[in-house]
């Protein structure tokens, strides 16, 4: 939660974006179902530069696009798109 952040640390939050991966579902059950079975990212809501079905999307650290669609069609598990944003 940044909302108890001082504004020098939001500044600097804004100033020095990630890249990271964005899984968007149009379920929030397959949404927590990635969530279950994986640590490698979390649950957050959908940012505003990325369109989305359910309000909530998957972020990751792991840019692997083609690794993960492997993963959630291994593991029967429904998304809209992937994509990498600055975050």
Known sequence: NFHNLPYKDL?????NKEKV???????????????SITKNGRMIPVPSCVKAGCGMCFMSKDLNIEKWRV???????SYEDIVRVNF
């Not at 993963?71 to 598990?77: A, K, M, R, V």
Request: glycine share 0%; proline share 0%.
């Open 21 to 35: 991966l964005i899984i968007t579902f149009k379920s929030i059950q397959d949404v927590l179902e990635l969530e």
């Open 11 to 15: 500044i600097y939050l804004k100033m």
């Open 71 to 77: 993963f959630l069609e291994e593991n029967n598990i």
